[in-house]
């Protein structure tokens, strides 16, 4: 039964009139958002420009006065921000501030309080500051707040360029850009290689404003796909720039370079500085504001970071590796070693041998969705050994790291900062132990020289336990395992003879033989490159020498030659130049290594072995491991140099966010917007392939209980993705 006709109709009229009403009073809520928008857009700028700083100044030498939210305007004044210490009185959007709120950022860190006043004015800068002190935030808001300022939407295009150098830094430069920017209504995109759908990023790319990419993937895009158009761009951002020119990036970089407008901001960031850094800077910052904010520190890393190196024969190398790993069971531990080879066999063989802890490797030979599993799986153990290679040694936040371990001698002072940075990260603490073979003794006076304070200790010899000969039985039982022992061994012995500072690599004063013992090989391996004036060192009077080890077989495992591919290749990876020769290259900016070593505006450490010794118990040291010994009962001073004031930085860095919430895992979130319009997010299988939106959504849906792959998936679902 219907109503009746009068009555339908008058319930029709009715229904007409209240749609109507509800669009008007949507549109008219819509231009009411619109207005304010544009409101707070002319506030900040009007703010930005009265109180920006001089050029030329480093906000941190100013305080300002007051603290906390100020009510803007109230009394016609702006309000001045050079000298904040909190975000909030910075200029910044609302939109931003909630987004950092919410990830509970409160409290600027020293290079963010220097950077941000500068760079909000649109100026360029060239930051300096020390591992985990805060510079990925530096960059992040001035980009959001440009674009917000400057009403970009996805009609607009690209608006900027984030390039990191390596693929797990630009995943993780992206996960932090989500939070900051999660509030705007702009798009965001992650654009790094080793995937294989490059043709559906091709699609989207150019709805995107902020691209996060690796360099190769970057030039990639600007060279095969149709319409990419950055010629609107406003901002770039080189994050880590001279781990990018190390890693052989440079030609890739100013291809890029050439391929934007010269009427941009950029921002250029790292730890450390070189000369090479200083030149990309002439050449692509225009007046930069230079703000380097640990300059002035007595240390040039983290201030709790307790740092120690011990002596250790080349054919105790793994046994000490071995002991430290069953004496720190209970630790999360990042162990260095110089390339991909070395850290597969060491991985493999220690995996076999039990420690007794979850041990896993990273480096720029395993396939992307692989080494995305690894990194996420590491960010959340709380007992683990990562075997890595430099892959892993720049950016990476790793929470909660307790131990970095180099077992293989640093190419240089820089390359040390980076790896020891992944520990004692923000306001957290952390150890790190270096270990060198006698002949490389000489590096610990470039380190005290370029203020970094290293304690030498001694092992207790009575804690060493033997590895070679459980070694050599697994070697003599799997064919596979001993070619990668050989592989392994050459490769280090490659590693060491080209590199060019030979008062600390002299590869002439190992013990080769010994060598090749501890890693289990019953015979030495030939080695082609020390034919030829290895001083001496004399391979061939050795009765135990083995037939060559097939080095060709290495070099089919080179990078595929350019710079940029689409597959899997190691373009982006540094591993890929450290395996196949590319020290080099390194090697030649070695004779450069004297203005390293008296740079300025390195990083930070501090912390006296004393604190470190009474720092037992703390932490999640090995105390309580079952089979091994405390660490402290493992490792025993002998000599300390420099110690740092404890508490150096307490008054640089400030914040109410408690220390354990700066350690916690990252957790990614989904978030699906069916009705955004615009910007589609694309999900891949394992394979790399998109899948069509609604298996998508089932996907999603079933991200739970993570497998292995689905943590690799995580990945390739955020490919893209928007920022809400
Ligand atoms: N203002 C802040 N308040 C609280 N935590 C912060 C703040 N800024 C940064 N952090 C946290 O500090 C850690 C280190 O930050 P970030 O990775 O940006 O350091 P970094 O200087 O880029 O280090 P690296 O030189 O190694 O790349 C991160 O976990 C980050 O979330």
């Known amino acids: 039964m219907g109503a009746p006709r009068g009555g339908r109709e008058r319930h029709h009229q009715k229904e007409r009139k209240s749609t109507q009403a509800a669009a008007n009073g949507k549109f008219r809520r819509r231009k009411g958002r619109k207005d304010d928008e544009i409101e707070e857009i002319e506030a900040l700028d009007s703010r930005i420009a009265a109180g920006a700083p001089q050029p030329g100044t480093n906000p941190l030498a100013s305080v300002l006065e007051k603290e906390g939210a100020a009510e803007e305007g109230k009394d016609g004044t702006l309000r001045p921000y050079v000298g904040a210490k909190m975000f909030e009185q910075l200029p910044i959007s609302d939109r931003t501030m909630r987004g950092l709120k919410d990830a509970k950022y409160t409290h600027m860190t020293a290079i963010q309080r220097a950077a941000l006043p500068h760079a909000l004015c649109g100026r360029d800068v060239l930051g300096a500051a020390k591992t985990g002190s805060g510079k990925t935030l530096a960059f992040l808001i001035p ?19 984030i390039i990191s150098p390596t693929r797990e830094l630009a995943v993780q430069i992206f996960d932090e850009l989500k939070k900051v920017g999660k509030n705007h209504s702009l798009s965001g995109g992650l654009l790094i290689g080793g995937r294989k759908d490059v043709e559906a990023e091709k699609d989207r790319v150019n709805n995107l404003n902020i ?35 190390d890693m052989g990036f440079a030609g890739t970089l100013n291809a890029i370079l050439a391929q934007i407008p010269k009427q941009r901001q950029t921002l250029l960031f790292s730890a450390t500085q070189t000369r090479s850094v200083q030149d990309l800077a002439r050449l692509s910052l225009k007046d930069p504001e230079y703000l380097a904010v640990h300059s002035e520190s007595t240390v040039a890393t983290p201030a709790r970071l307790q740092q120690t190196a011990m002596i250790v024969p080349l054919d105790e190398k793994l046994d000490m590796l071995w002991s430290f790993i069953k004496t720190h069971l209970h630790a999360k531990t990042l ?56 892959v892993a040694s720049r950016g990476l936040d790793f929470p909660t790291v307790d131990w970095v371990v180099q077992v293989d001698c640093p190419e240089d002072v820089a390359s040390y900062i980076h790896r020891v940075g992944r520990t004692a990260r923000y306001t957290a603490a952390g150890r790190s132990l270096l270990f060198l073979v006698p002949s490389e003794k000489n590096i610990l ?91 001496n060192l004399s391979q061939s009077s050795h009765q135990n020498v083995e037939h060559e080890v097939d080095e060709s077989a290495d070099d089919m495992e080179k990078d595929h030659g350019g710079e940029r591919t689409n597959e899997d290749s190691s373009s982006d990876d540094p591993d890929s130049k450290a395996d196949t020769g590319g020290n080099l290259k390194a090697g030649n900016k070695r004779s450069k290594l004297d203005r390293l070593f008296h740079r300025k505006n390195a990083d930070v450490l501090s912390a006296a072995y004393d604190k470190m010794r009474s720092h037992e118990g703390g932490g999640s040291q090995a105390t309580g491991a079952e089979e091994g010994a ?21 008054n640089e860095i400030v914040s109410s966010r408690p220390l354990k919430d700066s350690r916690q895992p990252k957790k990614k979130k989904l978030k699906i917007d069916p009705n955004k319009g615009g910007n589609q997010r694309l999900v891949f299988d394992d394979e790399g392939n998109a899948l069509p939106p ?18 690799g998936k995580l990945f390739y679902l955020e490919v893209l993705s928007v920022i809400y």
């Open 143 to 161: 980009v959001v707040e440009k674009l917000f300022r400057l009403r970009w939407s996805n009609m607009d295009g690209v608006g900027a360029l």
């Open 211 to 245: 691209l996060v990419c690796s360099p190769g993937r970057l030039l990639q895009h600007m060279d095969e796909t149709p319409n990419f158009d950055c010629s609107q761009l406003q901002v770039l951002i080189l994050d880590e720039a001279d781990r990018i020119l």
């Open 335 to 390: 162990v260095f070693l110089s390339s991909c080879k070395q850290v597969k066999f060491v991985h493999e063989a220690f995996k076999r041998l039990r420690p007794g802890v979850p041990i896993a490797c990273l480096h720029g030979r395993m396939k992307q969705a692989q080494r995305l599993i690894v990194f996420y799986k590491f960010c959340e153990a709380k007992h683990s050994v990562l075997f890595a290679t430099d």
């Open 445 to 535: 006076a470039a380190l005290e020289a370029a203020r970094i304070p290293i304690s030498t200790i001694k092992p207790n010899m009575s804690k060493i336990q033997r590895v070679s000969e459980a070694l050599a039985g697994l070697l003599s039982k799997d064919p596979d395992l001993k070619y990668m022992a050989q592989r392994s061994f050459v490769t280090y012995l490659r590693s060491i003879h080209v590199r060019s500072d030979k008062s600390v690599f002299d590869v002439s004063k190992l013990p080769i033989n010994e060598f090749a013992l501890s890693l289990g090989l019953p015979t030495t391996p030939r080695i082609r490159f020390l034919k030829k004036g290895a001083g």
């Open 630 to 650: 405390k660490d402290d009962d493992f490792l025993t001073r002998k000599r300390s140099t420099r110690e740092a004031e404890p508490n150096e930085d307490a």
């Open 694 to 711: 609604l298996l998508a959504l089932a996907k999603q849906k079933n991200l739970g209980g993570q497998s292995n792959s689905d943590i």
